[in-house]
């Protein structure tokens, strides 16, 4: 399938390449969620591939076929971009976030979706700010106010079965079983208004029940969708905390 994606290239050299995919709530890509942050990766000594995911009412599963398929593009050198396949990662932004938790801890007979589309899991995964519980309540009784994503995704009259099981959190698997969750880096700010930090400390819970290697940053203020958050000194640490933790995988960065 044809993908809607831009290439930048960290030099002519092998290199890992990550996957961004800027947020936009499903219905749109926010600006600067996507080309500023493959030219900071890019800076890094890092490929980036850039996906204008589908989006609108009813979109799935084409958003996760689509960054199924650039996991696949990437890894079997079907790009302009000398990539090592082996260090392969995915960086998403608030709903961006959620496709990217959902690419992290994919299988193959997903709801909904084409299994032969399957691409296996990234080799590493970024979430900023992300949806990663889609249900209508946080552990069953904290009420979830970004369940209108899931309807957004697949619909209102959707089952809370079918919710959960597009909730990266539950999808969650410990290094011993078949399919891996990578390693992940998470941050958000306590003050988002647009997106719960229960959405990405919910994430961290269930990473660390299944003791899956994972940094996590909660930031006391931000604004939802600060991209690299180059204006708030606090919040823009971040980009260097994520390059250490990239490093710190054994990925050559720069």
């Known amino acids: ?36 942050v493959a030219e900071w990766l890019t800076g890094h000594g890092i490929h980036a591939m850039v996906v204008r995911y589908g989006v609108g009412e009813g ?9 199924r398929e650039a ?10 971009l000398k990539v090592l396949p082996d260090h392969v990662g995915v960086i998403g932004f608030s709903a961006g976030g959620h496709l990217a938790a959902l690419l992290a801890t994919d299988s193959e007979h997903l709801t909904g979706t084409q299994n032969w589309t399957f ?13 990663t519980e ?4 946080f552990f069953g009784r904290i009420p979830n106010r970004e369940e209108h994503l899931a ?70 203020s931000g604004e939802h969708g600060l991209g690299l958050a180059e204006d708030n000194p606090e919040v823009g640490q971040w980009t260097g905390l994520a390059m250490r933790w990239i490093a710190g995988l054994g990925w050559p960065v720069s």
């Open 119 to 131: 691409a296996g899991r990234p080799d590493a995964a970024i979430l900023c700010y992300p949806v």
């Open 71 to 80: 996991l696949t593009m990437l890894r079997e050198g079907e790009t302009d």
């Open 151 to 220: 309807e957004r995704l697949v619909g209102g009259d959707s089952s809370q079965e079918l919710r959960g099981e597009l909730s990266p959190c539950t999808r969650v698997t410990s290094p011993g079983e078949r399919e891996v969750t990578p390693p992940m880096f998470l941050w958000t700010t306590s003050d988002d208004e647009d997106v719960s930090v229960l959405q990405t400390e919910t994430m961290m819970l269930s990473l660390g029940v299944a003791g899956v290697p994972h940094e996590g940053h909660i930031f006391r």
């Open 59 to 67: 979109c799935f599963p084409r958003p996760l076929h689509d960054a």
């Open 134 to 137: 889609l249900r209508d309540a």
């Open 1 to 36: 399938m044809a993908i809607d994606c831009t290439t930048y290239s960290a030099g002519p050299d092998p290199a890992p390449a990550f996957i961004v995919l800027p947020g936009g709530d499903y219905l749109e890509h926010d600006e600067n969620e996507g080309a500023a």
